[in-house]
């Protein structure tokens, strides 16, 4: 069969529940409908799904060129301070000769971020100009943005071991800079960006 031929589950008047994953008959009515197992509220689709991705993406990017641009740290030694950028970091311990930390860094805190928010932004491209071709694939790139977000605290993470790395032998300090707040943000809006994105909106445009 192909797949024009196969009828979603909404069109045949069935509804998986958000919370308990129970799949149960929608009914014809205006009225909320609630999960028979655990009283959820139903919903076919994720409510305001592609406005509220759009939102947090929009977000994610304009703090993404603060989060490279700007200090992420400042490290103060006999009172010389001085601050480094995400970027800075990266060459600094490529020139350390540390490259596998400098490949984490360089991972968690530009490639992921980026490649993130860039397959969220296709995704919701496709949605709006209702494409009905290669859905395959842009359910793969959702997978895909999915695997990864599982990850997301490898930036938590590469953040310890930079603090770590900083030998400061008693006699200096550590500050955040203002890229360390942008950087936080574009961490967790990427995430709740992912998280309301509804893969299946991307099928509905097929009308199946």
């Given at each position: 069969?192909?797949?024009?031929?196969?009828?979603?589950?909404?069109?045949?008047?069935?509804c998986?529940?958000?919370a308990?994953g129970?799949?149960?008959?929608?009914?014809?009515?205006n009225?909320?409908?609630?999960?028979e197992?655990?009283?959820?509220?139903?919903?076919?689709?994720?409510?305001h799904?592609?406005?509220?991705?759009?939102?947090?993406?929009?977000?994610g990017?304009?703090?993404?060129?603060?989060?490279?641009?700007?200090?992420?740290m400042?490290?103060?030694?006999?009172?010389?301070?001085?601050?480094?950028?995400?970027?800075?970091g990266?060459?600094?311990?490529i020139?350390?000769?540390?490259?596998?930390?400098?490949?984490?860094?360089?991972?968690?805190s530009i490639?992921?971020?980026?490649l993130?928010?860039t397959?969220?932004?296709?995704?919701l491209w496709?949605?709006?100009?209702?494409?009905?071709r290669?859905l395959?694939?842009?359910t793969?790139?959702?997978?895909?943005?999915?695997?990864?977000?599982r990850?997301?605290m490898l930036?938590?993470?590469?953040?310890?071991?930079?603090?770590?790395?900083?030998?400061l032998?008693?006699?200096?300090?550590?500050?955040?800079?203002?890229?360390?707040?942008?950087?936080?943000?574009?961490?967790?809006?990427?995430m709740?960006?992912?998280?309301?994105?509804d893969?299946r909106?991307l099928?509905?445009?097929?009308?199946?």
């Amino acid at each position: 069969m192909s797949i024009s031929n196969k009828q979603s589950a909404l069109r045949q008047g069935l509804c998986r529940c958000h919370a308990c994953g129970y799949v149960s008959a929608m009914l014809a009515s205006n009225e909320p409908q609630h999960c028979e197992r655990c009283a959820a509220v139903l919903h076919a689709r994720l409510p305001h799904s592609f406005q509220r991705t759009a939102a947090l993406l929009c977000t994610g990017f304009v703090l993404y060129i603060p989060a490279n641009i700007f200090p992420i740290m400042t490290v103060s030694r006999f009172g010389v301070a001085e601050a480094h950028t995400i970027v800075g970091g990266i060459i600094a311990f490529i020139h350390s000769g540390m490259l596998p930390i400098a490949l984490l860094v360089f991972v968690a805190s530009i490639l992921v971020p980026l490649l993130k928010m860039t397959g969220l932004s296709i995704l919701l491209w496709a949605i709006h100009q209702r494409w009905q071709r290669n859905l395959k694939l842009l359910t793969r790139i959702y997978r895909i943005i999915a695997f990864v977000g599982r990850w997301s605290m490898l930036d938590i993470f590469m953040i310890s071991i930079l603090v770590s790395l900083v030998d400061l032998g008693g006699v200096g300090q550590i500050i955040a800079g203002p890229a360390a707040t942008a950087f936080a943000a574009v961490v967790v809006l990427t995430m709740f960006a992912a998280n309301s994105f509804d893969p299946r909106l991307l099928w509905d445009r097929k009308g199946v």
